[in-house]
T-cell receptor
Framework: GAGVSQSPSNKVTEKGKDVELRCDPI?????LYWYRQSLGQGLEFLIY????????KSGLPSDRFSAERTGGSVSTLTIQRTQQEDSAVYLC?????????????FGPGTRLTVT | QQQVKQSPQSLIVQKGGISIINCAYE??????FPWYQQFPGKGPALLIA?????SEKKEGRFTISFNKSAKQFSLHIMDSQPGDSATYFC?????????????FGTGTRLTIIP
């Protein structure tokens, strides 16, 4: 079956430009997470969506970062006025239900390079 | 603040040997501890997980040992194979049926040599 997909797989952008990263979770999965994987910081949580509940944005590093999830499915992570420190791999994960016992399935990530 | 500390950063083990990766946590509210395996260019994938009410969990060649009093847990890979070469992350979760976000360790790059 189809797993979590992310697009684009690679994105190179100039400092100061805005970027949008897309995540298609596994069909029927209600919980969706964004994480960032960078050399200096490891894997860190960014934002969480569950059904129609308000998202948990506690991991977003600055107000330049935002995300939305439309129709309980596809999610878009937007980074405005990109900075070089935003360079990282952005990973999306989904799970069938909230709860620690439910596996989070990760996509392959989007590698963002800010020049 | 690193809530989950992982060591070593890299590890080289001969084929057939035992690979051991260690993690320690600070927050006693963590109650679920998964390990993830990541190959280059791929997202992490769940390998094995444990809850703190048991001291050991084994799945095939992979075993988690858990020491609640010491707030430590480790992954043991028995009979390590070249296909096990990957980066391994320990993680911890607080189960609150809200946001079960993963708090990751910094990762261990494992290389199995023939």
């Amino acid at each position: 079956g189809a797993g979590v997909s992310q697009s684009p797989s690679n994105k190179v952008t100039e400092k100061g430009k805005d970027v949008e990263l897309r995540c298609d979770p596994i069909s029927g999965h209600t919980a969706l997470y964004w994480y960032r994987q960078s050399l200096g910081q490891g894997l860190e949580f960014l934002i969480y969506f569950q059904g129609n509940s308000a998202p948990d944005k506690s991991g977003l590093p600055s107000d330049r970062f935002s995300a939305e999830r439309t129709g309980g499915s596809v999610s878009t992570l937007t980074i405005q006025r990109t900075q070089q420190e935003d360079s990282a791999v952005y990973l999306c994960a989904s799970s069938s239900k909230p709860g620690a016992g439910y596996e989070q399935y990760f996509g392959p990530g989007t590698r963002l390079t800010v020049t | 603040q690193q809530q989950v500390k992982q060591s070593p950063q890299s590890l080289i083990v001969q084929k057939g040997g035992i690979s051991i990766i260690n993690c320690a946590y600070e927050n006693t509210a963590f109650d679920y501890f998964p390990w993830y395996q990541q190959f280059p260019g791929k997202g992490p994938a769940l390998l094995i997980a444990i809850r703190p009410d048991v001291s050991e969990k084994k799945e095939g060649r992979f075993t988690i040992s858990f020491n609640k009093s010491a707030k430590q847990f480790s992954l043991h890979i028995m009979d390590s194979q070249p296909g096990d070469s990957a980066t391994y992350f320990c993680a911890a979760v607080i189960s609150n049926f809200g946001n079960e976000k993963l708090t990751f360790g910094t990762g261990t790059r494992l290389t199995i040599i023939p």
